[in-house]
């Protein structure tokens, strides 16, 4: 289940409240982008 952002309005959308139509609810926007998350680097001696 892909995570997805508005880029216009900045909310937090699952890939199954988009279902066909890939528009924002809340503005209307069609430009998504997926929030990377924080990775942990581990670094060896």
């Known amino acids: 289940m892909a995570g997805y952002k508005c880029f216009q309005c ?6 199954e409240d988009l279902k066909k139509r ?4 809340e503005c209307g ?8 998350t ?5 670094t060896t001696d």
């Open 10 to 15: 900045g909310k937090k959308l699952k890939s």
């Open 22 to 25: 890939f528009v924002c609810p």
């Open 29 to 36: 926007s069609r430009i998504f982008y997926k929030p990377r």
């Open 38 to 42: 924080k990775m942990k680097t581990i």
